[in-house]
């Protein structure tokens, strides 16, 4: 029944920027927990920041803070990642997660998010 969509992801240099994207589809609950996870190959997924729906509550992975900022519009039923100071170690799989009917605290592992998108790659060259 949910969908989430993710884009923006792609190739850059070092020291670059880039902003991905997760538009959601079929969620009708305003109190919600959305997060941003990264996957290197052969490993599990690492969460990265999330934001608590509607009073926007943020947290983030030590390593992503200071450099990954997540945001929320409402209006557009969109999810976004921007990350700063890009470096070769963020070369990964880039997921957007969801669940529904909580806020975001407590939930940090893999597992406490029922819904996913598919993924976009970033890829970070020296």
């Known amino acids: 029944q949910v969908q989430l969509v993710e884009s923006g992801g792609g190739s850059v240099q070092a020291g670059g920027s880039l902003t991905l994207s997760c538009v959601y589809f079929g969620i009708t609950t305003s109190t919600n927990c959305m997060a941003w996870f990264r996957q290197f190959p052969g490993k599990g997924r690492e969460r990265l920041a999330r934001i608590s729906t509607p009073n926007g509550r943020t947290t983030y992975r030590a390593a992503a803070e200071g450099r990954f900022t997540i945001s929320h519009d409402n209006a557009k039923n969109t999810i976004y990642l921007q990350m700063n100071n890009l470096e070769p170690e963020d070369t990964a799989g880039y997921y957007c997660?969801?669940?529904?009917?909580?806020?975001?605290?407590?939930?940090?592992?893999?597992?406490?998010?029922?819904?996913w998108g598919r993924g976009t790659q970033v890829t970070v060259s020296a």
């Open positions: 997660a969801a669940r529904l009917g909580e806020d975001c605290f407590g939930k940090t592992l893999e597992t406490d998010f029922p819904s």
